[in-house]
C-alpha cells in the first residue's frame, strides 16, 4: 500500500499541468512534434509533387509532339492510319491515347482500351466519356490514378479534334502511400522516444530544484540550526538559490534561538519577585485582621492575578526549557496502574470528580515518571476546567498491541472540529475560550505534546461539540 500510494504521488506531480517538468516537457515535445511532423510532411508532399510532375510532363511531351509525329507518317499513308500508326506507337501498358472529334466521336484510340483490365473495370468507359479542358489533371478512377492531358490537335492548319493522353501512376501512387505511412510511423517513433528522452532529461535536470524541496520541508524550529541546504552537484542558478536559503535558514536559526533564550531568561528572572510578592500578598492577608472588606477583597484580586502570573511565567519556562533542550528525561520501566492513581490522588480538590479506569495491569512502560505526571496534571486539569461543575472526568488505562494508551475523557462544551488540529500550538485557543476566566495560558497542550513526544509517544484528541473531548496518550509498552 505504501509503495502504491507513492506511485501514486509520484504520477500526479508529473502530470500536474502547472509543474515546470510537466510544462517543460510538453513545450519542448510539442516543438518537436511539430518540426519532425512538418518535415515529414513537408518531405510527403514535395516526393508527390515530384512524382505528379514527372507524369506531367511525360504526357505533356506526349502530346506537344503528336501533330509531328502524324505529319512524318502523313506522307506514306492516309491521315487515319497515320493517326492509329502514332497511337499504336506510343501506347505502352501504362499508357493509352485517344482523340475525339468535337462532336465527341472518337476517331482513334489504343488497343489497350479495348481488351484487359480497362475495359473489364470500366475505366475504358469513363475515359471515353471523359471531357476535359486543355490541360493536365489528375484522377482517381475506380482503383487506379491517371494523369490524364488534353489538347486541340491540329493538322495541316485545322482543328481536327482534342487528344487525350492518360499514364497510369497507379503504381508509383500505392509506393508513394506506403512510403508515407513509413514516413509518419518512423516520425511518431521518433516523437516518442524524444518525448520519454526529453521528459527523462527534464526529470534529472529539475532533480536539484526536487531535492531542494525535500531538504526545505524537513526544516522545522528545531533542527533550524543543523540543517543545511547544500546542493554540491546542480545548475548555477539553483546553487544560488540554496546558498540564500541555507543564509536565511541561518538568521532564522540565531533569531530562534535569541528568542527562546529570552522567553527563558524572562520567565526565570520574573518569577522570582513575583513569588516574593505573592508570598507577602498572602501572609498579609492570613495575618492582618484590620483589613477592610475592600482591601481584603483588593489584595485577593492582587494574589490571584499573582498566582497566574507565576503559572504563565512557569509555562514559558518550560515551554522555552523543551524548545531549547534544556529540558533533560530519564527514562525507567515502570507500572502505568501506580502513577495513575498518584496522579488521582495529587489533585485532591477534584479527587471526587476523577474516576480510574484500568482494564490491563500491570502496563509497564519506559518513560520519565515526573513529565508524564505533569502531562496528566495538565489534561485533567484541562478537562475540569472546560467541564460542567460535577461531570466526572475518567482517566483510563488499556494496551493495544506494543502501546500503552491513557485516555482523559470529560463530558464538556467539545472542541469544533476546525479548532482541533491547532489546539497543541502555542498560545491557541479556541475563540470561546479567549477570556482570563477559564484560567488557561494556551501553552499547556503545546507543553504536554512536547513532553509526550519526547518520550517516543504521540497524542490525538477526539471531540464531538456537545458530548466531551477524549486525549489519548500512546507510550510504547
Not at 518540426?35 to 513537408?42: C, D, E, F, K, S
Not at 489533585?347 to 479506569?357: G, L
Request: proline share 3%.
Amino acid at each position: 500500500m505504501p509503495f502504491r500510494v507513492s506511485v501514486l504521488n509520484t504520477l500526479h506531480h508529473f502530470l500536474d499541468p502547472n509543474s515546470i517538468r510537466m510544462r517543460l516537457t510538453l513545450g519542448v515535445v510539442l516543438a518537436s512534434a511539430i518540426g519532425i511532423g512538418g518535415v515529414a510532411g513537408w518531405m510527403g508532399w514535395r516526393m508527390q509533387q515530384i512524382l505528379l510532375e514527372s507524369h506531367k510532363r511525360k504526357t505533356e511531351t506526349i502530346a506537344e509532339r503528336f501533330d509531328q509525329d502524324v505529319e512524318l507518317y502523313q506522307g506514306i499513308m492516309p491521315t487515319q492510319a497515320a493517326l492509329e500508326k502514332v497511337i499504336d506507337y506510343r501506347t505502352t501498358a501504362d499508357m493509352a491515347l485517344w482523340i475525339k472529334l468535337p462532336n465527341g466521336q472518337v476517331i482513334a484510340q489504343s488497343d489497350i482500351l479495348e481488351m484487359g483490365s480497362w475495359q473489364e473495370t470500366g475505366v475504358t468507359q469513363q475515359l471515353l466519356s471523359l471531357t476535359q479542358a486543355t490541360g493536365t489533371s489528375t484522377y482517381h478512377l475506380q482503383d487506379r490514378y491517371l494523369v490524364i492531358c488534353s489538347s486541340p490537335l491540329r493538322l495541316d492548319n485545322s482543328l481536327l479534334g482534342t487528344l487525350y493522353v492518360a499514364d497510369e501512376i497507379t503504381q508509383d501512387q500505392l509506393s508513394f502511400l506506403t512510403l508515407s505511412r513509413n514516413l509518419a510511423l518512423t516520425s511518431g517513433v521518433m516523437i516518442v522516444v524524444l518525448a520519454v528522452w526529453i521528459a527523462l532529461y527534464v526529470q534529472r535536470s529539475l532533480a536539484p530544484i526536487c531535492q531542494l524541496n525535500q531538504l526545505a520541508t524537513s526544516v522545522s524550529a528545531d533542527n533550524l540550526a543543523q540543517t543545511h541546504l547544500t546542493l554540491r552537484q546542480a545548475p548555477t542558478e539553483v546553487k544560488e538559490l540554496s546558498q540564500s536559503f541555507d543564509r536565511m535558514l541561518g538568521r532564522l536559526a540565531i533569531a530562534w534561538e535569541q528568542q527562546r533564550r529570552f522567553l527563558s531568561d524572562v520567565s526565570h528572572e520574573l518569577r522570582t519577585p513575583l513569588t516574593l510578592v505573592q508570598g507577602y500578598l498572602q501572609s498579609t492577608l492570613r495575618r492582618c485582621q484590620t483589613l477592610s472588606d475592600s482591601q481584603r477583597e483588593g489584595l485577593e484580586i492582587a494574589a490571584a492575578e499573582a498566582d497566574r502570573t507565576i503559572q504563565v511565567l512557569q509555562d514559558l519556562l518550560d515551554w522555552a526549557r523543551l524548545n531549547s533542550g534544556q529540558r533533560h528525561i530519564t527514562l525507567e520501566a515502570f507500572d502505568l496502574k501506580a502513577v495513575l492513581l498518584e496522579v488521582a490522588i495529587l489533585t485532591p480538590t477534584y479527587q471526587e470528580r476523577i474516576i480510574v479506569d484500568i482494564e490491563t495491569a500491570p502496563v509497564i512502560v519506559q518513560a520519565d515518571r515526573q513529565c508524564l505526571k505533569q502531562v496528566l496534571i495538565h489534561l485533567i486539569d484541562n478537562a475540569i476546567r472546560y467541564s460542567e461543575p460535577k461531570q466526572p472526568v475518567i482517566l483510563r488505562l488499556q494496551q493495544q498491541a506494543n502501546w500503552a494508551i491513557i485516555q482523559v475523557c470529560d463530558r464538556g462544551r467539545g472542541i469544533p472540529e476546525a479548532d482541533q488540529p491547532h489546539i497543541f500550538d502555542p498560545f491557541y485557543r479556541v475563540d470561546v475560550d479567549r477570556s482570563r476566566a477559564t484560567g488557561g495560558t494556551g501553552l499547556g497542550l503545546s507543553i504536554v505534546k512536547q513532553l509526550v513526544e519526547t518520550m517516543q509517544g504521540h497524542i490525538v484528541v477526539s471531540s464531538t461539540l456537545g458530548e466531551g473531548s477524549v486525549f489519548s496518550v500512546s507510550l510504547p509498552a
